[in-house]
């Protein structure tokens, strides 16, 4: 039968299976096969873009909880979005007047000064709900025309810095040994090159101001559950799941010669899709050489 959830998926597995008596032991059987599927798995499909800010002085951001692989790390001076206080405020009010918020989002975090401040509503121009003093900084007394900027204290997938005609500039990779090695490492300025370390991005020199932070990265594929039932990979893919879950099932059944038959379908599968994606990707035109000077 056809499936294309959680649940048919669930059902498909026992039938394969041959089993009525697995209702418990089947969604961790799908559960090791998520988890081979991330641990070999990387197609166009996976790749998401999201955007955070690098705060002046702050060496390092955690990476995404569904974070698998690095493609690409960039950053831009421009501001997600700017303007000016419209009005004095003290250390301790909740409601904060700019002189235009059309740019800003609907909830989010603000910088003036060096304190940041969070907000959970906009009305016209006023932002409300504030917290002072969000993420460990100092709650302070602001002039109006000060500068507000907003910043991104969370990794937030939202227009891509490359859509815009924001100058990008892109962060090499080093070594964590290099970065603590060598000068950038340790002074601050504008970056230049990044390592990872302890699930964390490190950036060097360390940023001296704020910048808008642009990361394109393999993410895991969703995690099935009754609450979240199908996703694009079971949608696109359910040989995957399917094998998958039936290369897990059968040392639970101490059933060792299946494993291989199973194992084969999910290694073609995989090697099917990666295939598929890699003439997809360079399909459309020849391929061409380039250097210094141009293509040839």
Request: glycine residues 6%; negative net charge; aromatic residues 10%.
């Amino acid at each position: 039968m056809a499936f294309t959830n959680y649940s048919e998926l669930q059902t498909e597995v026992a039938s394969w299976l041959d089993r009525s008596d697995l209702t418990a032991q089947i969604p961790a059987f799908i559960q090791l096969a998520e988890a081979r599927i991330n641990r070999k798995l990387r197609v166009r499909a996976m790749e998401t873009v999201v955007q955070h800010t690098m705060v002046g002085l702050s060496k390092r951001i955690a990476l995404p909880t569904d974070y698998l692989q690095m493609r690409g790390l960039k950053f831009s001076s421009d501001k997600i979005a700017t303007t000016t206080l419209n009005g004095e405020i003290s250390d301790s009010v909740e409601t904060i007047v700019l002189t235009s918020a059309a740019d800003f989002t609907a909830t989010g975090t603000i910088l003036i000064g060096t304190e940041q401040i969070t907000y959970t509503g906009k009305s016209t121009n006023t932002l409300t709900g504030c917290t002072r003093a969000a993420n460990s900084t100092t709650a302070a007394l602001h002039v109006t025309a000060s500068t507000v900027d907003q910043i991104y204290t969370t990794w937030t997938a939202s227009a891509t810095l490359s859509t815009g005609v924001s100058t990008l500039y892109v962060l090499k990779y080093v070594s964590p040994e290099i970065l603590t090695s060598v000068k950038a490492g340790s002074t601050s300025g504008v970056p230049s090159v990044y390592t990872m370390s302890a699930g964390h991005i490190l950036f060097g020199p360390v940023p001296a101001s704020y910048y808008t932070c642009e990361m394109v990265y393999y993410q895991k594929v969703p995690t099935l559950s009754d609450a979240a039932p199908t996703n694009w990979c079971l949608t696109a893919n359910p040989d995957l799941f399917l094998y998958g879950s039936l290369v897990e099932a059968e040392p639970f059944l101490m059933n060792d010669q299946r494993v291989q038959v199973w194992g084969l379908g999910f290694n073609q599968g995989m090697t099917d899709l990666e295939e598929q994606d890699s003439k997809d990707q360079f399909s459309g035109s020849e391929l061409r050489v380039y250097n210094t000077s141009g293509y040839y």
